[in-house]
């Protein structure tokens, strides 16, 4: 595959300011500080708050982010949507503004036979011509075999977001589907069980951009032959790594207040509703930070 991607690539923060503004200055100090961590790319999806923009904040998000990029890093943006329609006109932006390859979920509203969801890719799959990541869910979850068979009907549906715990099992089952063109699976879910899906073939992880350039060492060091350095290395940040991955409710704000005490954000504001944290998850996330600062 000639657009082959693999490696770190971390779910930018959206910083608000108090009155609810994306701080587009903020933004091009996220997107240096992930080029600067080594990261392969960048992504816009559900932990840069994409469903609560509006769909002009979403285009100025993305086309300052593949312009703050310069070419440097892949861009991908998330194109869910409840109908084809709506999926194929966020997907044909994606494009234009200069994505490298777009996100997309089955739709979670109700309850959509399998045939629809298979028909929902391919419709996409056909209207654009830069890669898919199709995105495995908890809410509606795409099969290791459902994956395969899309990967074959096109070629633009050639990578997998595996996200749907236990992830191990999902990656095993791909990784022996003999005799198929298999899609390139990643692994989602926070990076919680990165070592573990590389070891069962996974080529990158998409975490959020609080700490990339840890996952960047980890992940370059497996692949440089040492898995006992890269296993202990990783293993030191995992609370951490637990802690930023509580869910999307608190997930919006942990990370920005991180990017915040590293000079990255001036702010660190999540859009509501959210699920703010308390003072002693403040003070715990502290804690985690300042052990591995020593």
């Given amino acids: 595959m000639s657009n082959f991607m693999s490696g770190v690539f971390p779910i930018l923060s959206t910083p608000f300011d108090s009155n609810d503004n994306i701080i587009f200055s903020d933004v091009e100090s996220e997107v240096e500080y992930a080029i600067d961590s080594g990261v392969s790319g960048v992504a816009i999806a559900l932990a840069s708050e994409v469903y609560k923009l509006t769909n002009s904040e979403r285009d100025e998000l993305l ?120 899609p390139i699976p990643f692994g989602g879910a926070g990076g919680l069980f990165m070592i573990e899906e590389m070891r069962r073939g996974s080529k990158g992880t998409m975490p959020v951009c609080a700490i990339p350039e840890m996952f960047v060492k980890t992940f370059n060091l497996w692949n440089e032959g040492k898995e006992s350095e890269a296993e202990e290395y990783f293993h030191k940040y995992i609370p951490l790594i637990r802690t930023l991955g509580q869910g999307l409710g608190i997930w919006n704000w942990l990370p920005k207040y991180i990017l915040k005490r590293k000079g990255v954000f001036t702010e660190a504001y999540a859009r509501e509703p959210s699920l703010k944290p308390d003072r002693n998850q403040i003070y715990e996330l502290d804690r985690m930070i300042e052990r591995l600062e020593t």
């Fill in 63 to 182: 086309k300052r982010v593949v312009n703050y990029s310069n070419n440097k890093i892949k861009v991908c943006m998330n194109t869910t949507a409840e109908s084809t329609k709506l999926c194929i006109e966020y997907s044909k932006k994606a494009q234009d503004f200069g994505a490298d390859a777009v996100m997309i979920a089955p739709p979670s509203f109700g309850g959509v036979d399998s045939n629809e969801i298979k028909k929902y890719f391919i419709n996409v799959a056909e209207k654009i011509e830069i890669p898919i990541f199709m995105q495995d869910v908890f809410d509606t979850p795409i099969s290791p075999e459902l994956a395969v068979e899309l990967s074959q009907s096109n070629k633009n549906l050639s990578y997998l977001k595996v996200e749907v715990p236990p992830t191990l099992p999902r990656f095993n089952r791909l990784k022996n589907i003999a005799g198929s063109k298999l």
